[in-house]
């Protein structure tokens, strides 16, 4: 396949800075091995490069002093990441080391790469499409294995079939629809109507069904939002250490010291959270904690799930109440806190429970009951599934936007056919939607699309 990027060749550090065992150097474009020839010094049993195979040797700085014991392998086009000739130069993992090599690849003529320049090369010459390469970012930044897990699928190429045949699909309609244009003597019948529609409403089923998974897979991707809520002194920040196994939350016994609100991101079990603390909602007329109580409805409104921290030892408070009652008991998990401080189920408790509502004991001073709210949120949040069972093909907010205007065209599409708008109309709909999902792989793309997506990566990737 012709190869679109140009013929500069391209270096960078591949692995994070900072001290490791092995460090990266990588390299692609037409020079490649030439360049790092130049540097490499062979190891006794070395008989010339080849491909796929790693060769010992030793690399030498730009002042041609020798700097590093190393490994390098040869990719030579097109089976390697870039479909370029790559050279890979495994060096020992300090910054000093990995610098000093790429400063003689530069020397040697090598072009210092963009960020994400790898994967957009990989891109452009046709080894991936646009879900793959952002699956790649995806999987880099993914904040837990199942996230990773998730991002696996579409790094193989799965969401870009399926986004590919349903264009496939409507391509072809629009076939059928320019026929009956070209002929419409002879074929004005090949494509009733009704048919139309019909493939035009499971085309939008299709895209409903990557829609719902981005919808599922968000809280993977960005964490879920879960926020604590209850009265002063409650126990919220102490449960929150406890939950984040460590003292962050500043806690005291003296009420509302909570004023604002405190983040921390947490993993529970594979599922990421933002876990929040609030400020109790104590009736106030101080101002500044008048804002603090604002921020903490707002969060709770636009939250996943609230832990409404309950003090065993009194009835719910008014603010409680609240919650309760604005609340619904989907989005709800009472924590019923300083259980030690009680013996047996006081009547409340056992009142709500008598509602159906997810309760779970805890004292979060002595650490109890952590793993049956860890459990209560997991499911409150993930409804009990794995997330890789359900949606695995998830779109990014690039990719749903763009599903959601050729759904968009869809849905007009169908709307003219039902009032007989004539063929060639119809058509251009059908363009429309295709175009949509064509920005989605990438085989129509602008420059603006690139470089907006190519410059969330590393350099080096
Ligand atoms: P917040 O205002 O809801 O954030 O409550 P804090 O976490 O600041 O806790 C208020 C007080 O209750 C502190 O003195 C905590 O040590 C105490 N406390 C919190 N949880 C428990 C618990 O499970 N058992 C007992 N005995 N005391 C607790
Ligand atoms: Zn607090």
């Given at each position: 396949?012709?190869?679109?990027?140009?013929?500069?060749?391209?270096?960078?550090?591949?692995?994070?800075?900072?001290?490791?065992?092995?460090?990266?150097?990588?390299?692609?474009?037409?020079?490649?091995?030439?360049?790092?020839?130049?540097?490499?010094?062979?190891?006794?049993?070395?008989?010339?490069?080849?491909?796929?195979?790693?060769?010992?040797g030793?690399?030498?700085?730009?002042?041609?002093?020798?700097?590093?014991?190393?490994?390098?392998?040869?990719?030579?086009?097109?089976?390697?990441?870039?479909?370029?000739?790559?050279?890979?130069?495994?060096?020992?993992?300090?910054?000093?080391?990995?610098?000093?090599?790429?400063?003689?690849?530069?020397?040697?003529?090598?072009?210092?790469?963009?960020?994400?320049?790898?994967?957009?090369?990989?891109?452009?010459?046709?080894?991936?499409?646009?879900?793959?390469?952002?699956?790649?970012?995806?999987?880099?930044?993914?904040?837990?294995?199942?996230?990773?897990?998730?991002?696996?699928?579409?790094?193989?190429?799965?969401?870009?079939?399926?986004v590919?045949?349903?264009?496939?699909?409507?391509?072809?309609?629009?076939?059928?629809?320019?026929?009956?244009?070209?002929?419409?003597?002879?074929?004005?019948?090949?494509?009733?109507?009704?048919?139309?529609?019909?493939?035009?409403?499971?085309?939008?089923?299709e895209?409903?069904?990557?829609?719902?998974?981005?919808?599922?897979?968000?809280?993977?991707?960005?964490?879920?939002?879960?926020?604590?809520?209850?009265?002063?002194n409650?126990?919220?920040?102490?449960?929150?250490?406890?939950?984040?196994?460590?003292?962050?939350?500043?806690?005291?016994?003296?009420?509302?010291?909570?004023?604002?609100y405190?983040?921390?991101?947490?993993?529970?079990?594979?599922?990421?959270?933002?876990?929040?603390d609030?400020?109790?909602?104590?009736?106030?007329?101080?101002?500044?904690?008048?804002?603090?109580?604002?921020?903490?409805?707002?969060?709770?409104?636009?939250?996943?799930?609230?832990?409404?921290?309950?003090?065993?030892?009194?009835?719910?408070?008014?603010?409680?109440l609240?919650?309760?009652?604005?609340?619904?008991?989907?989005?709800l998990?009472?924590?019923?806190?300083?259980?030690?401080?009680?013996?047996?189920?006081?009547?409340?408790?056992?009142?709500?429970?008598?509602?159906?509502?997810?309760?779970?004991?805890?004292?979060?001073?002595?650490?109890?009951?952590?793993?049956?709210?860890?459990?209560?949120?997991?499911?409150?949040?993930?409804?009990?599934?794995?997330?890789?069972?359900?949606?695995?093909?998830?779109p990014?907010?690039?990719?749903?936007?763009?599903?959601?205007?050729a759904?968009?065209e869809?849905?007009?599409?169908?709307?003219?056919?039902?009032?007989?708008?004539?063929?060639?109309?119809?058509g251009?709909?059908?363009?429309?939607?295709?175009?949509?999902?064509?920005?989605?792989?990438?085989?129509?793309?602008?420059?603006?699309?690139?470089?907006?997506?190519?410059?969330?990566?590393?350099?080096?990737?």
């Amino acid at each position: 396949e012709a190869h679109r990027t140009s013929g500069s060749t391209i270096a960078a550090i591949a692995t994070p800075m900072g001290q490791g065992g092995v460090g990266i150097v990588r390299l692609s474009g037409p020079q490649s091995l030439d360049i790092a020839e130049k540097l490499f010094v062979p190891g006794p049993r070395f008989k010339g490069f080849k491909a796929y195979k790693l060769h010992y040797g030793w690399i030498k700085n730009r002042n041609q002093q020798i700097l590093d014991e190393v490994l390098l392998a040869y990719m030579p086009a097109p089976y390697s990441y870039t479909r370029e000739d790559v050279v890979e130069i495994n060096c020992h993992g300090g910054p000093a080391v990995l610098e000093g090599v790429l400063e003689a690849l530069y020397h040697l003529g090598a072009e210092p790469a963009a960020p994400g320049e790898f994967t957009k090369r990989a891109f452009l010459n046709n080894r991936m499409d646009l879900t793959q390469a952002e699956a790649a970012l995806e999987m880099i930044n993914a904040p837990t294995q199942d996230g990773a897990l998730l991002a696996r699928d579409k790094l193989q190429g799965h969401l870009k079939e399926r986004v590919d045949s349903l264009r496939d699909s409507l391509e072809k309609l629009k076939q059928e629809l320019c026929l009956a244009v070209d002929f419409p003597e002879e074929d004005l019948e090949c494509l009733p109507l009704a048919d139309l529609a019909q493939r035009t409403n499971s085309a939008v089923r299709e895209i409903d069904q990557l829609l719902k998974a981005f919808e599922q897979n968000r809280v993977f991707r960005e964490g879920a939002l879960v926020v604590l809520a209850g009265r002063v002194n409650a126990g919220k920040s102490s449960l929150m250490n406890a939950l984040l196994g460590r003292e962050r939350a500043i806690v005291t016994s003296i009420p509302g010291t909570t004023r604002d609100y405190l983040e921390e991101a947490i993993n529970l079990d594979g599922l990421p959270v933002r876990l929040v603390d609030t400020a109790g909602r104590r009736p106030t007329r101080d101002k500044i904690e008048m804002m603090g109580l604002e921020t903490g409805r707002q969060l709770i409104s636009r939250s996943d799930l609230c832990i409404l921290v309950l003090d065993a030892g009194q009835e719910p408070a008014p603010e409680d109440l609240d919650i309760l009652e604005e609340i619904s008991p989907g989005k709800l998990v009472l924590a019923v806190n300083k259980q030690d401080l009680v013996s047996g189920t006081p009547g409340w408790v056992q009142d709500l429970k008598d509602k159906g509502l997810d309760l779970v004991h805890t004292s979060a001073t002595l650490g109890h009951g952590l793993e049956n709210l860890t459990r209560a949120i997991r499911s409150r949040i993930l409804g009990e599934k794995r997330p890789q069972a359900t949606s695995s093909l998830a779109p990014n907010l690039r990719q749903k936007t763009a599903l959601d205007k050729a759904r968009q065209e869809l849905l007009l599409l169908a709307d003219e056919a039902r009032q007989e708008m004539p063929y060639d109309v119809l058509g251009v709909r059908l363009d429309y939607a295709c175009t949509f999902l064509d920005e989605i792989t990438g085989r129509i793309v602008t420059d603006d699309i690139l470089n907006s997506i190519f410059e969330n990566f590393c350099i080096g990737k």
